[in-house]
């Protein structure tokens, strides 16, 4: 095939160097700031982004004569547009660009698939299709493998697609053996993964459960033992001091001596009660603390749902938290990952995790973001405030971006991840269930329409 085709944009021009080059742009064409474009210099075919057009005087560019002829005629100021060199392609292969590009070579569109094939990099793995490149009807093969090395951000304004994206994101893991877990906050992906599948009626290897911390209909009550949070976490949760914190801990020992692996809240209550080193005002504090959780319902639970049963190849289980308050959400996000650590051999697939509104929960997921590559856990944190998440944004290799209309929001994603302004300028006027990929799973980013 012959990726030159269709009409000529217009011809390269100065400056030009391995990494940027211009071209005057013709009269009749229609060129905007983002369209790819390819220019064949030689044996290399260059891929370019135009960042940036304007309009210059003619006599301050140097252009080949016969281009000149043409322009002299007719105008004393031309349109110059700016492109971004993303790589040079010879024999299908993608080289970094070492030449500045010649001038007068002529500048045309660039093909879907070539943008698709290029931005996807080589040695695609495990290839998985999440949309078509905006303009074109090509697919691009993102490498799942690639995608859950690292953790994931899906960001936008409200009703920009967030949830749709991450949907499909949880279907293309399910498909392949990888285990996810949806911690659904406002009970709506059961629905959405269910529409999606429908579509698709051939899969009948995805199970999809949905589990709720309260008594649901349609969903089966997940049950946590609390004393399998994990002693830090329910340190801070429950904002203990190191003094109360040793004491619940040595409290759960002794009672795990006794052959109480499960204790109920009075089982507690009555070992503290009798602790008599502890001071009496430090004591009656964490008893207090204590009854807290237990009107939350926390010591409820003698026997926890096994993990095997959330976490399965294959499986899509949706947590729905809908009518959970903030502390109950914080316990099942540490429970399942203080599980899934605790089961790090069984996971040998890795584990997919999405979080909605993730910029509440920024402690717990810190923890889950930093350590999640030593468990093969790949999080996928959801959020219309991308501002929020300060400094988490810099642990996600890739992200969705959808329309993004706050600046806040902007300049914290220019802060943590190296996305071209070019890019940036675009992200307010996005549509719904349009994506910028960025990140390491894409040579260069690309908006997609997901679907
Ligand atoms: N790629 C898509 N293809 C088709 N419809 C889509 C797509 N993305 C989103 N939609 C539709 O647009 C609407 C908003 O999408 P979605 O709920 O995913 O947005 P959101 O960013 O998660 O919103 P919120 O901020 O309210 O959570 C929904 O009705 C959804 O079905
Ligand atoms: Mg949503």
Sequence with gaps: MNPEQGQVLGYTTSPSSPYYFTFI???????????????????????????????????????????????????????????????????????ESAFPVDFGLPVFKAPGDLIAKVAAGENVILAVQLGKIVGTDISIKLDLKRLLEGNILVAGAPGSGKTYTSALLAIQCARNFIPVVIFDMYAEYSALINKLLHL??????????????????????????????GPKFLQSFLGLTEIQAEALDNTLRELRMRGVGSPSFDDIYEILKEKKRFHPVARSTLLRKLERMHEMGLFKFEQSTPISHIIRPGKISIIELDRANFETIEMTISWIFNKIMASKDDNKEGVFLILENAHEFRKIIQKILRAGRKYRVSLCVVSDRIAELYELIGLCSNAFLHRILSRHDMEALERHFPIHPSVLKQLPNLRTGEAYIVGDVVTFPVIIRVG
């Design 200 to 229: 698709h009626k051939k899969e009948i290897t995805i199970e999809v459960k949905t589990f709720s911390t309260f008594e649901k209909r349609n969903t089966e009550l997940l049950r946590i033992d609390f004393t399998e949070i």
């Design 25 to 95: 742009v013709n009269k009749e064409s229609k060129v905007f700031e983002g369209d790819f474009v390819i220019v064949r210099d030689g044996e290399q075919l260059i891929l370019g982004q135009i960042a940036k057009i304007y309009r210059r005087t003619f006599h301050s560019l140097d252009i080949s004569l016969a281009v000149e002829k043409d322009f002299v005629e007719y105008r004393r100021s031309v349109v110059v547009a700016k492109v971004r060199v993303l790589g040079a392609i010879r024999d299908s292969e993608r080289l």
